[in-house]
């Protein structure tokens, strides 16, 4: 995997993230990426597992939402008259089902994490990964609707 990337400089995790929103913002800097054939299929690996990652991240807020929707419209339902119970309460299904959604983005996000790791242990510069960053905000959505189902009787 020598030349893949030699170029690249050697930074900690917050200078690379930060480089790498200011690439997003204003275009990228520093010289052209060395474009050979290793380098691109690096960088298709690398742009696949984020593609995966949110993958995961829009099941799980799919799920996420899907629940705290049920939950909502039940509770709603439950002002206008009686509520008949089946086999499981829609507050139940709901809680259930966001719980469900936060499994997803959070083991999609491990699995994302590993695959990341396996690549940079190759000897590859990788940078910070935008994904990661998109699914903890979506876990943090989840973790407040999953608290709202929990608290809110």
């Known amino acids: 995997m020598e030349g893949i990337n030699d170029s690249a400089p050697e930074v900690n ?3 690379g993230l930060m480089a790498r929103l200011a690439d997003l913002l204003w275009g990228p800097s520093g010289p052209p990426k060395n ?3 290793n380098a691109l299929a690096v960088d298709r690996t690398r742009l696949a597992f984020q593609r995966t990652m949110m993958a995961w991240i829009r099941t799980g807020l799919s799920m996420i939402s899907f629940g705290f929707t049920i939950y909502k419209f039940f509770d709603v339902q439950a002002g206008l008259g009686p509520l008949r119970e089946g086999f499981i309460s829609p507050r ?3 809680f259930m089902m966001i719980l469900t959604g ?4 959070l083991f999609g996000g491990l699995e994302h994490r590993r695959e990341m790791r396996s690549l940079r242990s ?3 510069h990788i940078p910070p990964s935008l994904a990661n960053i998109v699914g903890a905000l979506v876990f943090l959505l989840g973790v407040l609707g999953l608290l709202a189902v929990i608290f809110r009787q």
């Open 92 to 94: 139940a299904f709901g």
């Open 35 to 37: 474009l050979d054939g």
């Open 122 to 124: 190759a000897g590859v």
């Open 102 to 105: 936060l499994c997803a983005v």
């Open 13 to 15: 995790a917050k200078q």
